[in-house]
């Protein structure tokens, strides 16, 4: 058995965790907010994808008890003509349907479900140093060493292995693989929510809309409460300053993108246009394909190791699907080294398939392989090769 310290509570980190200790590792979270519900603003859609991780470490509730189930995509071009309804992931199946949900909230709940389960979750401990055993690495069997997680407030952690969980902006990263860094994926994302959009802007429950309009790329779908959530995403050569998004006044991202919007006779504006509460915005943002991973005893994983744009809508799914397969890599793997490399090659090529398909789109850039809309996962590997890998009872040795 191996002990284990995850640094960030977020989704990646929190779904390790589970799996980890379905797996008999001995493990511990290493959280650097002080709650567990630090952004509960922004909202993601789970893929079928994701959600079949989620099952295989038997922690489906923690997202079916939140957001609301999706089940249908429409495609609507730039005249507002549908060129598309189709069925969304594995709608058929009550715990694989896509959801929509806000991510504070699954983070709470797979947070609770750890703590459940009698994992440790240090919260308020930020990481700032990392010190390994002079041994160096994790290759060999059986090899001594050790590595050890400094936190901001002086705490000390030591374990096996210490895994990266710990996002885009990853300290483990910085510490460990320090050229590689996140850049900018040509558009600015905003989202937000409304109870108040016109009724005839509004489709049914369980269906998100896709619009490809001229201006923006836009998703809206909503809530069995009739609460609509809605993204934008708009091309643009630079990023925002962080002093744009930080200082822009109540109202300023809705009336820059209203009149955006009003170019196509979609239901996009109207959505906006009745939003009153603050519009959220973030950079698309990735990881440069290559990026090291591994470095000794320490592991990236999710946005840290390979944060995407958000066009194919596939991080968090990325991410739980990162924390089932690591765990059974250490599982079945007759070593620790062996384990990480395994790891590796099993999720080095998918995920940075969906980055370059992600940041494709993103950057208007397509291929035959690429959707301008987004939307399902990416196709490496085959459906059925994934699904064997996420297969708990399936051995990876
Ligand atoms: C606008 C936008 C829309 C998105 N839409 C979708 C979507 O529809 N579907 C989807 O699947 N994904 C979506 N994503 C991506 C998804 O949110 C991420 O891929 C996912 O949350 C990654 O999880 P993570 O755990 O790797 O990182 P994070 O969720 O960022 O978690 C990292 C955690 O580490 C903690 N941490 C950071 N530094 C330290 C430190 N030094 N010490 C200790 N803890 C630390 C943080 O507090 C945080 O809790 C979207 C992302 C964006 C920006």
């Known amino acids: 058995m191996a002990r284990v310290l995850v640094v960030g509570g977020g989704?990646?980190?929190?779904?390790?965790?589970l799996a980890l200790r379905k797996?008999?590792?001995?493990?511990?979270?290493?959280?650097?907010?002080?709650?567990?519900?630090?952004?509960?603003?922004?909202?993601?859609?789970?893929?079928?994808?994701?959600?079949?991780?989620?099952?295989?470490?038997?922690?489906?509730?923690a997202a079916t008890s939140i957001g609301f189930p999706l089940t249908s995509m429409r495609v609507v071009d730039a005249t507002g003509a549908e060129s598309a309804h189709v069925p969304l992931g594995e709608a058929g199946d009550p715990l694989l349907r896509y959801r929509c949900l806000r991510r504070g909230e699954l983070n709470a709940a797979l947070q609770a479900e750890a703590v459940r389960r009698g994992v440790e979750i240090v919260h308020g401990a930020r990481l700032a140093s990392v010190e390994q055993a002079p041994d160096g690495g994790a290759d060999g069997p059986g090899a001594p060493g050790a590595v050890t997680a400094h936190f901001a407030d002086g705490g000390t952690a030591t374990g096996d292995l210490l895994l990266g969980a710990d996002g885009l902006n990853s300290t483990v990263r910085r510490l460990t693989a320090p050229a590689a860094q996140p850049c900018y994926a040509?558009?600015?994302?905003?989202?937000?929510?409304?109870?108040?959009?016109?009724?005839?802007?509004?489709?049914e429950t369980g269906c998100i809309t896709m619009i490809r309009g001229s201006t923006a790329a836009f998703g809206h779908m909503t809530s069995p409460e009739g609460e609509t959530y809605w993204f934008a995403r708009v091309s643009a050569d630079e990023p925002l300053t962080a002093d744009e998004i930080a200082h822009a006044g109540p109202g300023h991202w809705?009336?820059?993108?209203?009149?955006?919007?009003?170019?196509d006779?979609?239901?996009?504006?109207?959505?906006?246009?009745?939003?009153?509460?603050?519009?959220?915005?973030?950079?698309?943002?990735?990881?440069?394909?290559?990026?090291?991973?591994?470095?000794g005893r320490t592991l990236l994983i999710g946005d840290a190791a390979h944060a995407a744009s958000p066009a194919t809508g596939q991080g968090a799914s990325m991410a739980l699907e990162d924390a089932v397969i690591l765990a059974k890599c250490l599982r079945d793997a007759p070593d620790l080294g062996s384990a990480l490399a395994l790891h590796e090659a099993l999720r080095r090529p998918?995920?940075?398939?969906?980055?370059?398909?992600?940041?494709?789109?993103?950057?208007?850039?397509?291929?035959?392989?690429?959707?301008?809309?987004?939307?399902?996962?990416?196709?490496?590997?085959?459906?059925?090769?994934?699904?064997?890998?996420?297969?708990?009872?399936?051995s990876l040795g």
């Open 11 to 17: 989704i990646a980190g929190t779904a390790a965790a």
């Open 265 to 295: 006779p979609t239901a996009a504006a109207g959505i906006v246009a009745a939003t009153k509460a603050p519009v959220l915005v973030t950079n698309a943002t990735e990881m440069p394909n290559g990026a090291p991973w591994r470095s």
């Open 350 to 394: 998918r995920v940075e398939h969906n980055t370059t398909v992600s940041g494709n789109i993103s950057r208007g850039v397509h291929t035959s392989r690429t959707r301008p809309s987004g939307g399902p996962p990416p196709s490496r590997p085959g459906d059925d090769e994934l699904i064997g890998q996420l297969e708990w009872s399936t």
């Open 254 to 263: 809705r009336d820059l993108l209203v009149p955006l919007l009003r170019a």
């Open 23 to 61: 797996a008999g590792q001995e493990v511990a979270v290493y959280e650097a907010h002080p709650d567990s519900a630090e952004d509960i603003g922004a909202f993601l859609t789970l893929a079928s994808n994701g959600l079949r991780a989620l099952a295989q470490i038997d922690a489906s509730d």
């Open 186 to 203: 040509g558009q600015r994302v905003f989202y937000g929510y409304t109870a108040d959009a016109p009724v005839s802007d509004v489709d």
